[in-house]
């Protein structure tokens, strides 16, 4: 069955710091994956797909296959990074998504 | 181009009552999932419905239901309202076919 799982409830970082979000999926076929974010008091809303390979916010994520993962890295955190993360997977050509419990990232002064 | 709204954005309800939540998608967008988000399980999928027809299906009891009209305006009705029930409920538009989701603010259900 498919599955995501992101197993850091909470990440705290001071702001430079380097910063990584742990998504990890089962899934037999080929996925596409997600990134979305939630900031505080906004709706949630997406932040990068693997598809697409691009940078957003100077966050990129990289499908790794053999290890089923899809982190969520940046270099050097902000302050405005702070928020709800959300790693998701679809199947291809379906509209069902499986969300991951998220990861609240707190980034510190 | 407006984004998705939902309505009402807070429903306080005692339990075995009913309730019906609905949701105005993106312009263009035929495909409207919802989900039950709580702070224990996350984001739990729980149907999507395409052009009027309910495509895809979570694993949540009969007591949640839904559907779509022509207009692709959404609503979902929860039944017998249990304690449980208390979240809140997103709502999400898309072209279809695992394209990005684009959500509503919600529907904060309290039920006591």
């Known amino acids: 069955a498919q599955r995501v799982t992101q197993p850091e409830k909470l990440l705290s970082v001071f702001k430079g710091a380097p910063v990584e979000l742990k998504c990890n999926y089962s899934?037999?076929?080929?996925?596409?994956l997600f990134w979305y974010v939630q900031y505080s008091r906004q709706r949630l809303q997406l932040l990068l797909r693997h598809i697409s390979r691009e940078s957003i916010k100077g966050f990129t994520a990289d499908l790794n296959k053999g290890e089923t993962s899809f982190h969520l890295k940046k270099p050097f955190a902000q302050e405005e990074d702070s928020a709800m993360y959300y790693c998701a997977l679809s199947v291809r050509n379906f509209n069902k998504f499986y969300f991951g419990s998220g990861t609240k990232l707190n980034v510190k002064p | 181009k407006a984004g998705v709204t939902q309505t009402p954005r807070y429903l306080i309800k005692t339990r075995g009552q009913q309730v019906t939540l609905s949701c105005s998608p993106i312009s263009g967008h035929r495909s409207v999932s919802w989900y039950q988000q709580t702070p224990g399980q996350g984001l739990q999928f729980l149907f999507e419905?395409?052009?009027?027809?309910?495509?895809n299906k979570g694993n949540f009891p009969g007591r949640f239901s839904g559907r779509q009209f022509s207009n692709s305006r959404s609503e979902m009705n929860v039944s017998t309202l249990e304690l449980g029930d208390s979240a809140l409920y997103l709502c999400?538009?898309?072209?279809?076919?695992?394209?990005?989701?684009?959500f509503g603010p919600g529907t904060r259900l309290t039920v006591l």
């Open positions: 999400a538009s898309s072209l279809g076919g695992g394209n990005e989701q684009f």
């Open positions: 899934y037999s076929g080929s996925p596409e």
């Open positions: 419905y395409f052009s009027e027809t309910q495509r």
